[in-house]
């Protein structure tokens, strides 16, 4: 793998990065910060769904010889993939133990 091919993956790994962060703005009102909450989570979910889809078409068309990519281009596809669910289970970790602490808060 060339360095430009490495250069282009981390862009797109920045890319996708800042695409998860939330907007830094004053909060409105409780109701849009649960929209806007809810959206964010929601593409991040559908990019990591679309992630792992992408990486197992590739895959699966270089099983079978129908695409001409790369065996290191596959494996970065799979490799994004793992990397975006490991990160989604993180954050989804990070939540769970929010909200556990949250109740746990004497009233």
Do not use: C, H
């Amino acid at each position: 793998m060339s360095d430009m091919e490495i250069s282009k993956v981390i862009a797109q790994m920045r890319a996708l990065s800042s695409e998860i962060r939330p907007p830094v703005e004053p909060p409105a009102a409780a109701a849009t910060e649960k929209t806007e909450f809810t959206k964010v989570m929601q593409e991040a979910i559908n990019s990591v769904s679309d992630t792992q889809r992408t990486a197992s078409d590739m895959a699966a068309r270089f099983q079978t010889g129908e695409s001409d990519a790369s065996v290191a281009e596959v494996m970065v596809a799979m490799q994004k993939s793992s990397l975006s669910f490991t990160a989604m289970n993180e954050v989804r970790n990070r939540l769970v133990e929010a909200y556990q602490e949250i109740m746990r808060m004497p009233l």
